[in-house]
Every structure is written in structure tokens, then in C-alpha cells.
């Protein structure tokens, strides 16, 4: 019995000794695990970034009929102009061309004070800093977004006027219907902006005369929409006005309900309200802004709106220079620049190129403003007297 068991022993641990050398075998015979490589995220390719989508556009200025409610201020169809170039500098321009508030100077029959329409509107004939094969250009390679204007509400109106214009020698008193609609106009221009140029670096508001009162509430919009990006004001010709007496851009254009987010504007009555006051009320919305203005100290045209409105002046420099004054103290970083003589707006002109004040080439502070360098504040001495350009300067190079 106890020799039938160890065999029976032995008979078992032969099997597991067996079993044992299998798994020796099989187990040689298989690679070794490995375990798996962790996934490097960096390793795969970037996607690229893209910054606009310039798709529609072709080389040169684009012409954009936006539609909807645009509109001129004789009913005639709005469009705006576009230039493709570097997607993260873009300028934001405000085209001037007057204003009016009541039948006699918004009447077509008699002699209107502002642009009515588009029909001779083309700013591939511009020059100064939409001259873009000068070398001293700043803007050069910026993308260009060019507002238009034909609703004489200095960019700023949002309704409809019905006036009566005067009974005149030869001329009949009738109806005047005027499309007040600048904001409804530029806001379409903005919009295009926001959907086709994603996130630019620079941004250089400005517009002249009529564009240069409402630029620093552009520039708050812009800034809005790009919050990383640099942005810089520039008014041109319109540090002058202080007031009207004839009539309110609350009463005749709606400016109120326009800027009506400006909190420091629903503080000012409509007779207390003077254009100089957006420039304040824009810092107070966004003092990240670069604020800068430039004037002629005598500018003719400037003179004749303040006496179309009721204040007439001698001489503008009091005026301007109340205004530069406390724009000022509001804004500690504004920086202005003063031209003697009484030229009205520089940009689109080869001025732009030649003006010199004190030693400072205006094209050389210009360049240095949309760069965000430091920057002294220019004033005339003379300020009756018109620059002399440089004679190296004359040819606008």
C-alpha cells in the first residue's frame, strides 16, 4: 500500500515538474511586454492660427454694400471700401464731409453743408496716409476699413428729419426728408470688421472733419470687440468746437441714444453738450485707449460750422485750446498736435508727408503715435502762419 503511494506520489510531482518546463518554454519563446509610450501632445503639428478671412477680397479697394437698414441721407444706397493687408494691424477710418440740422443747410436745392451721397465717393484718388506707395507711410501694409459718410450726423444719428426748407428768392419753401443714419452706417462697417478680422495686434481709429468728432467713440467699440489689441484714437480737425447755439445732435440726430452707453454723455443736458465731451466720456469707458488729436490753430472751416451754428469766432486757437485743456486733465496720456494757418483736415493730404511744427515732422509723430511711443505734444508758435514744408520734403517722399 505505502509502495503503490509513492508511486502514485511520484507519478504526480513528474506531471507538475512537466508542467513546469512547458511554461519555461512557452514563456521563452514570447517577446517581452512593452509598455505602451505615453502620447506626445507636442509632438503632433500646430494647426495654424488664422487671423482673418480675407477670402472675398481681391487686391485693392473692395467696394461692400452692407444693406439692411444703411442708408444715405437722400435714400440712395450706403457702401463702405476695404483693403486687404497685414491681418493684425488694422485702421478703422471715418470720411468727413460736413453736417446739417435744419431745412436751409440740408436742403439739396440751396447749398447743402455735407456730403448727400456716395456718387463721387472713391478713395483709391485719396492721398496722405492712404497713399500706400509712400515710403514714409505708417500704414502701409495695415488692413483698411473705410467708412464712408453721406448722412450729415458727423457718423452719430439714428433717425429721420423732416424739415421745412426757407421760401427764397426763386426757390419755393418745401418738405426736406433726411436720413439721419451715420451710427446705423458705420455700425454695418464694424460689423464686417468683426466677422472677417479675428484678432489683430494694432488698431489706429481716426477720421477727419465730420470723422474725427465721433472717432473716440469708435475706438471704444473697436476695443470692445478686441480687448488684447493696442488701440489708438486720432481725431483730425475737430478740436475747435465747443457747442452750438442754433441747434442739439440730441434733438435732430438721437446722438444721445447712440452713445447712451457713454455713462459720462446721460450726465450733460442737451444744451450743455459739445463734442469734446466724447473724447472724456471714451477714457472714462476705456482708458486703455491712446487718445491724440490734430488741428490747424485757424482752421477756416472749422470757423464757418461754429458760425453756421450760431457762435462765431474771430479766431478758433481759444476754443481749441479750452478744449485741448481739459481733454487734458481727463486723459493724462492725450497728446495733440497744432499747426498754425487755417488748412481744415491733413490725413488725406501729401501735408501729411511735409508738415513740420517746432522741429517735429507731423509724419514722424504720426508714426510714432501708432507705434505707442512716447510722444510730446506739438503747438504752433506762430499760429497765424501756415508750416513751411522742408524743400528734402517737397516731393512727399
Known amino acids: 500500500m505505502q509502495k503503490h503511494n509513492d508511486k502514485k506520489r511520484a507519478s504526480g ?27 506626445d501632445m507636442t509632438s503632433a503639428p500646430a494647426l495654424p492660427v488664422v487671423l482673418a478671412d480675407f477670402s472675398d477680397l481681391t487686391p485693392g479697394w473692395n467696394t461692400m454694400v452692407p444693406g439692411g437698414d444703411t442708408v444715405c441721407s437722400d435714400g440712395s444706397e450706403y457702401k463702405f471700401f476695404v483693403k486687404q493687408g497685414d491681418p493684425q494691424k488694422l485702421m ?13 443747410n440740408c436742403d439739396t436745392d440751396l447749398r447743402p453743408s455735407y456730403q448727400v451721397n456716395l456718387a463721387n465717393t472713391d478713395p483709391s484718388r485719396a492721398h496722405g496716409i492712404l497713399a500706400f ?14 467708412a464712408p459718410y453721406c448722412s450729415g450726423d ?49 488698431i489706429f481709429v481716426t477720421g477727419s472733419s465730420a470723422g474725427s468728432i465721433p472717432s473716440p467713440f469708435y475706438a471704444v467699440k473697436l476695443a470692445e470687440q478686441y480687448p488684447a489689441a493696442a488701440v489708438t484714437q486720432l481725431g483730425d480737425a475737430s478740436g475747435g468746437y465747443r457747442g452750438f447755439a442754433n441747434f442739439s445732435p440730441y434733438d435732430i440726430w438721437a446722438t444721445d441714444r447712440v452713445v447712451s452707453d457713454l455713462t459720462h454723455i446721460s450726465s450733460i443736458a442737451a444744451d450743455q453738450f459739445s463734442f469734446h465731451h466724447l ?74 508727408y511735409t508738415y513740420e511744427v517746432n522741429g517735429t515732422k507731423f509724419v514722424d509723430w504720426l508714426a510714432g503715435l501708432a507705434a505707442g511711443a512716447p510722444l510730446y505734444n506739438v503747438m504752433c508758435d506762430d499760429c497765424s502762419q501756415a508750416p513751411s514744408a522742408p524743400a528734402a520734403a517737397a516731393s512727399g517722399q
Open 279 to 352: 473724447d472724456i466720456a471714451a477714457v472714462q469707458e476705456n482708458a486703455n485707449i491712446r487718445y491724440a488729436s490734430y488741428d490747424n490753430a485757424e482752421d477756416d472751416v472749422q470757423k464757418q460750422f461754429l458760425a453756421l451754428g450760431g457762435m462765431p469766432v474771430d479766431s478758433l486757437q481759444p476754443l481749441l485750446q479750452q478744449n485741448l485743456a481739459e481733454i487734458s486733465v481727463a486723459i493724462p496720456g492725450f497728446r495733440y498736435y497744432v499747426a498754425g494757418g487755417a488748412m481744415h483736415t491733413i490725413l488725406l493730404r501729401p501735408d501729411v
Open 133 to 146: 506707395d509712400q515710403m514714409s507711410n505708417p500704414f502701409a501694409d495695415y488692413t483698411v476699413v473705410y
Open 92 to 104: 478703422f477710418y471715418l470720411e468727413g464731409g460736413g453736417a446739417c440740422w435744419d431745412g436751409a
Open 154 to 202: 458727423v457718423h452719430l444719428g439714428d433717425t429721420e428729419q423732416h424739415h421745412d426748407a426757407p421760401a427764397l428768392e426763386g426757390h419755393a419753401s418745401h418738405p426736406v426728408h433726411v436720413q439721419h443714419r451715420g451710427w446705423v452706417n458705420g455700425r454695418a462697417a464694424m460689423e464686417w470688421t468683426f466677422a472677417h478680422v479675428f484678432a489683430p495686434e494694432q
Open 13 to 39: 510531482l513528474g506531471s507538475l515538474v512537466l508542467i513546469a518546463v512547458l511554461a519555461l518554454l512557452v514563456a521563452c519563446g514570447q517577446p517581452d511586454p512593452v509598455a505602451p509610450e505615453p502620447t
